[in-house]
């Protein structure tokens, strides 16, 4: 069955203090993984796809990566604007229903100035 | 930049009231969706639409109908509100390849609260 689960639930940052969270997947084929931010009350907002295991994206702070079971997001000397949930999802390759998105739980993200 | 706006920001119903909520993208985009959001359970599909007049079952249609009659707009429908409808819903568009996949495109939710 396809999964994604994301660690830790909540990270709580001092600013300028880096970290890493976790996004890992179990998918049929994987065709995409996707990473959203969402701030309280919005719509999640797009921060990156990666496609391939290996593959790296960056975004100001933000640095994405991707293996065969899990991807990362870097974030390097935050600041407290980048407090939100981070969600993240993965599609996959299995035939018939293939344009879902499977959706990670989030980690809520606040750092402290 | 891609738009998806909803309706409304914020609305409150009575159990038993049919419910409109609409989303309209300015993209072109063929694929529109629809999700709730919970808390604990994430974000959930109900409908989603890979064409005008197209529709399939997400994975909690129950209570839920949809509508797609023109490409840039769809349409969720809750024929006889109840109160565990209560909820953030997220309308999404995306663009389909066959080699990448897609990316879905949010706009910025209605919370909806069933009394």
């Known amino acids: 069955e396809d999964q994604v689960t994301q660690s830790p639930e909540a990270l709580r940052l001092q600013e300028g203090e880096s970290s890493s969270l976790n996004c890992s997947y179990t998918?049929?084929?994987?065709?995409?993984l996707f990473w959203y931010r969402q701030d309280p009350g919005k719509g999640p907002e797009f921060l990156f796809t990666l496609y391939s295991a290996g593959e790296e994206k960056e975004k100001e702070r933000l640095k994405a990566t991707l293996t065969k079971k899990e991807s990362f997001l870097h974030i390097t000397a935050p600041k407290p604007e980048d407090s939100a949930t981070y969600l993240c999802a993965v599609q996959g390759r299995r035939a018939g229903n293939n344009r879902k998105l499977i959706w990670g739980l989030g980690t809520s993200l606040a750092v402290n100035p | 930049d891609v738009k998806v706006t909803q309706s409304s920001r914020y609305l409150v119903k009575r159990t038993g009231e049919k419910v409109f909520l609409e989303c309209v993208q300015d993209?072109?985009?063929?694929?529109m969706f629809w999700y709730r959001q919970d808390p604990g359970l994430g974000l959930r599909l109900i409908y989603f639409s890979y064409d005008v007049k197209m529709k399939e079952k997400g994975d909690i249609p129950e209570g839920y109908s949809v509508s797609r009659e023109k490409k840039e707009r769809f349409s969720l429908i809750l024929e006889s509100a109840s109160t565990n409808q209560t909820s953030m819903y997220l309308c999404a568009s995306s663009l389909w390849d066959q080699g990448t996949g897609e990316t879905q495109y949010f706009g910025p939710g209605t919370r909806l609260l069933v009394l």
């Open positions: 993209m072109d985009h063929e694929n």
């Open positions: 998918v049929s084929g994987l065709r995409g």
